[in-house]
């Protein structure tokens, strides 16, 4: 079954911490996407990357960061730098990164804060 | 600038009954417009997209949409509701290969 995944479903981050959030799709997309959700804002981009071994920064990148080494995975990580990281956690992809492309999303991250 | 805006936060819709969602875009030139929706603590599935010619757009699930240039509009539709209906559903729209998407209206069905 062709398809993202998201690991893991929860996780919870004491202060000072780096998480790391993963995004592995097998959908041979170019393109992949972290976004943040939070109630009644709708999602906001974070990163997003066109190809392998490039990335770019989306609406809220502070306290984030992203590499993209494999086609498949683009893992996310939250720094210490983010100052509130609560919130749910959707990646997506897109066959390329291109206007109009559809892109479809895995089933999302909780991450809260101890 | 860009923008999306659902004008509606929570919706509530009897069984059976028609279910409408605003839409209202702001854009330059010709908009492409997604709608997706998200089950509890699920990820977003496609319902329909707008890119150009019929304006009037079926999706998956008996929803449509209808794009109105005039008013900047592409409102979601659908003719009995079921109680699996009941998500979030999130309007979008791309700009360049970004999806700028609105807060989202919250449907829930009574029985």
């Known amino acids: 079954d062709g398809g993202i995944t998201q690991s893991p479903k929860y996780l919870f981050r004491k202060e000072g911490q780096n998480v790391t959030l993963s995004c592995e799709q097998n959908l041979n997309h170019d393109a992949m996407y972290w976004y943040r959700q939070d109630p009644g804002q709708g999602l906001r981009l974070i990163y997003y990357s066109q190809i392998v071994n490039d990335f770019q920064k989306g609406d809220i990148a502070e306290g984030y960061s992203v590499s993209r080494e494999k086609k498949e995975s683009f893992p996310l990580t939250v720094t210490s730098a983010q100052k509130n990281p609560t919130a749910f956690y959707l990646c997506?992809?897109?066959?390329?990164?291109?206007?109009?492309?559809?892109?479809?999303f895995g089933p999302g991250t909780r991450l809260l804060v101890l | 600038a860009q923008s999306v805006t659902q004008p509606d936060i929570h919706i509530t819709v009897s069984e059976g009954a028609s279910l409408e969602l605003r839409c209202n875009y702001s854009?330059?030139?010709?908009?492409?417009l997604f709608w997706y929706v998200q089950s509890p603590g699920q990820g977003l599935q496609l319902l329909l997209k707008?890119?150009?010619?019929?304006?009037l757009v079926q999706g998956i699930k008996g929803f449509e949409a209808e794009f109105k240039r005039s008013q900047s509009s592409f409102n979601l539709r659908k003719p009995s509701v079921h109680w699996s209906d009941a998500a979030e559903y999130f309007c979008?729209?791309?700009?360049?290969?970004?999806?700028?998407f609105g807060a989202g209206t919250t449907v829930t069905v009574r029985a």
């Open positions: 707008y890119f150009s010619g019929d304006t």
């Open positions: 997506a992809s897109s066959p390329m990164a291109s206007r109009g492309e559809t892109q479809y």
């Open positions: 854009y330059g030139a010709t908009p492409y």
């Open positions: 979008a729209l791309a700009n360049d290969y970004k999806l700028s």
